[in-house]
């Protein structure tokens, strides 16, 4: 039993360091430390760099194009980028949709879509929630009928994650009403250019243009575009919510949010003192760092039985439960630690070249847009409720 | 990074599981506490013959030379049954200590009496005005002839009141509050000037007031220097601790499964009502914690004194605050029967709870965490 790495992942780790150093843009790094916003030529240039260095494609197979790394490198390598600030790689090309092109997909398909999603020439969003289908994801009703050698799609989906951005949407379908739930879906891949699609931006609560609602209106869908067999998508569906979920913990990202906090606590006064001195603030910081080191642990145990052949299943449930909530309970004290100045909202001061004057602290500008905004993370993704079904079912037996 | 146990610490755990297994049947566990002594005799010979009273010491006294994640190993397995005898007081308080300082002439005769299961310990260390705070020694030792005479008060002493032995701290220099000037003792517990008030602790296990009035005390290690030992050796007990809540956490969550899968209302189990599927689902939750934070100590041991000592007040905080919702919910979920002290989940709560109030609790050690905050996991 050894906690440690060993000296090849240590070496594999200062590998990645040295390459954050010298690769990862410092204004991109900057936004993404102080929660400003990050625009779409953002994404899309640290993604190519990361494409040229050949670690796009965590989870692919090596024939791919993949790095054909280890579930222990992997982890290394997401936990240093979340910790020197790299964004977020944006999951519904190359972790959502390319998977299921490479398990359930023709050459045809692979050749088509999979270089310009390793390049990101090309924005994928998702195209599963529907208003009436949420954690009954089933249930959804968007329809396609097949005519010769078409699809004809109807029906609307919603919480379309950086769909304005999009070229291409992978969408579940409805395609046979008369089977039994989960029987009759199928997986479609369909060109956002289409006539008939119209994309409606949806405000949150912080203001932001995040997500879309996406109407498709007599969309005509080639019948090469299906993915796997018709009336099969759900197989597909199911293989992604369990494929490689080692990052779902997020240890990394609340490391670097941790650290940044204590930075912040310890600058701002109160009552004359720093706050990272006032006793409960500093308490729920020690509770945020233990439970931290308790997720991490479990995470890496998590990560080691991947790396002994072990299939995580069930398992990233716990993960995603923990993960979240701490991510969640850091925000709050962002917002604690802002005081009075956690009410201002100028959303104008997000952008990293406003030249103007900020209120109250440089850091305050963000917190509590940033912690409505993480609400979305016990929402998304299967709630934490749905999460805790899961763990009900499958591990308990329940 | 390794997960996995070696050959020897599996061999181990098989060893103390299958004891457990078949030596502790919950009735034979009754049999045990409700007796005068609180544990048996027998059971402390067959740990002997199994070599288990060992495991921290040297091969040369006949040990098995292991550190934290062999004996969280077998705390782990003891806290699955939850096992009565002094072994936590023996060996890992008492012995770890006595190894840690003693000369070699008094480790050939103390620790191969403790391995051969002739000699049972007990540290008194704490004492009733510093809580948790082990530096906080009133208790003094003064030179006499060739030894010392100790006067002072402990409290809650563990296994104080079957101990052959007391390993006692006590002040050589310095005012109450001192870090330095602490020094070791082994004193005979039916020495005189030694008078101990034994008790049943409300988990089932024994302990004692004791009070030193003049005792005769032979010192182990140099005089005043014994602080760096003593927090090793209460590291190592926490560790053994929160493999032991872990182990016990893991059998009140399988206990409570079990129940909530065959107890029938409203014509269902009751296991089929999400509002418990939720709640079973965070009491396993909490035990993934318990778990890590025990690995993640019990292979701190040996890291820089900052790092490790961040960890183990972390893991120790942590069994206290996860323990404890552990417990609360498997009396819970076991509705009037885990209210019953016929039903077992009821003890294995109880344990699980008390673990909190020994070697700090979540309080105690969230103020240690809160003190260590700047130290990160590169710390030399």
């Known amino acids: 039993m050894d906690i440690n790495y060993t000296p090849e992942e240590l070496a594999f780790r200062n590998e990645v360091r040295a390459f954050l150093d010298e690769k990862l843009p410092k204004d991109i790094a900057s936004k993404v430390k102080n929660s400003q916003h990050l625009g779409k030529e953002d994404t899309i240039r640290w993604q190519k760099i990361l494409n040229e260095q050949g670690w796009m494609a965590l989870h692919w197979p090596k024939e791919y194009g993949g790095t054909g790394w280890s579930p222990i490198q992997k982890h290394i390598f997401e936990e240093e980028c979340a910790e020197y600030g790299a964004p977020t790689v944006l999951p519904f090309g190359v972790n959502m949709v390319a998977p299921v092109i490479i398990k359930f997909g023709t050459e045809e398909q692979k050749k088509t879509y999979l270089p310009s999603i390793l390049n990101s020439d090309v924005w994928w969003c998702q195209g599963y929630s529907e208003p009436g289908a949420g954690s009954d994801l089933a249930g959804l009703k968007t329809k396609a009928v097949r005519e010769g050698d078409h699809y004809v799609v109807n029906g609307q989906k919603t919480w379309t994650t950086l769909g304005q951005h999009a070229d291409w949407i992978f969408c579940l379908v409805r395609t046979d009403p008369n089977a039994k739930k989960q029987e009759g879906i199928s997986f479609l891949l369909i060109d956002m250019q289409t006539p008939g699609i119209t994309v409606r931006p949806l405000i949150t609560l912080d203001g932001e243009h995040e997500v879309n609602e996406v109407f498709f209106d007599d969309v005509k ?38 650290k940044h906090l204590k930075e912040v ?134 | 990074m390794d997960f996995k146990l070696s050959d020897e610490q599996r061999m181990l755990e098989e060893t103390v599981g299958r004891l457990v297994r078949d030596g502790y049947p919950f009735d034979v566990r009754e049999k045990a506490r409700t007796s005068e002594l609180g544990y048996s005799t027998d059971m402390w010979q067959q740990f002997a013959e199994l070599g288990l009273l060992g495991v921290p010491f040297a091969e040369d006294f006949g040990g098995f030379n292991g550190g934290g994640p062999e004996l969280m190993v ?10 009565l005898e002094p072994y936590l007081a023996t060996v890992v308080l008492g012995g770890t200590l006595i190894n840690a300082l003693a000369s070699d002439a008094q480790k050939e005769t103390l620790i191969s009496a403790i391995i051969g299961g002739e000699l049972r310990l007990a540290l008194a260390a704490y004492e009733p005005q510093g809580r948790y705070d082990h530096t906080q020694v009133a208790t003094r030792a003064d030179k006499q002839g060739d030894g010392y005479v100790i006067s002072g008060q402990k409290a809650v002493v563990l296994h104080g009141d079957s101990a052959d032995k007391l390993v006692v701290i006590a002040r050589t220099s310095g005012g109450d509050n001192d870090r330095d000037g602490l020094s070791a003792f082994v004193v005979d517990a039916g020495a005189e000037g030694v008078s101990r008030r034994g008790y049943p602790t409300i988990d089932g296990l024994h302990a004692a007031e004791i009070t030193f009035d003049k005792a005769a005390g032979e010192r182990l290690g140099e005089e005043g220097k014994a602080i760096d030992a003593l927090e090793k050796t209460l590291a190592l ?48 939750m909490e035990l993934e914690k318990a778990r890590s934070m025990t690995i993640l100590a019990a292979c701190s041991l040996e890291a820089a004194p900052a790092l490790r000592a961040k960890r183990v007040a972390a893991a120790k905080a942590l069994i206290g605050k996860s323990g404890r919702k552990v417990a609360e919910e498997a009396i819970q979920l076991h509705g009037g029967m885990g209210m019953m002290e016929e039903t077992a989940v009821s003890h294995y709560a109880k344990r699980i709870v008390m673990i909190d109030h020994q070697l700090g609790d979540l309080g105690y050690h969230m103020q240690q965490l809160e003190g260590l905050l700047d130290v990160d996991d590169d710390a030399a």
């Open chain 2, 74 to 83: 077998v705390a782990e397995g003891f806290g699955r049954g939850l096992v």
């Open chain 2, 237 to 284: 007990g926490i560790v053994a601790l929160c493999a032991e809540a872990t182990g016990a956490m893991e059998v009140a969550c399988d206990q409570t499964l079990a129940y909530i899968k065959e107890r029938q209302q409203f014509g269902v189990p009751i296991g089929k009502f999400q509002a418990l599927q939720h709640r079973m689902v965070e009491m396993r």
């Open chain 1, 221 to 258: 869908v080639p019948v090469e575009n299906l993915v796997g067999e018709e009336n099969k998508g759900w197989t597909c569906a199911k293989y992604l919510l369990t494929f490689e979920r080692t990052g779902i913990a997020g240890v990394g990202q609340s490391k670097a949010a941790l």
């Open chain 1, 265 to 398: 606590a310890a600058k701002v006064q109160q009552n004359g003192k720093p706050l990272i001195e006032d006793p409960l603030f500093r308490n729920r910081l020690a509770d945020v760092e233990m439970e931290l080191m308790a997720l991490e642990m479990t995470n890496l145990r998590t990560v080691a039985a991947a790396q002994a052949g072990g299939v995580p299943g069930a398992e990233s449930s716990f993960l995603k439960i923990m993960g979240t909530e701490l991510r969640q309970e850091i925000t709050d004290l962002f917002r604690r630690a802002a005081g009075p100045y956690a009410q201002p909202f100028l959303p104008e001061t997000f952008e990293a070249d406003y030249g103007g004057d900020m209120v109250g602290p440089d850091f305050a500008n963000t917190v509590s847009a940033k912690y409505f905004n993480m609400r979305k993370l016990s929402i998304f993704g299967g709630s934490n409720e749905i999460q805790k079904n899961i763990i009900a079912k499958m591990i308990l037996g329940l």
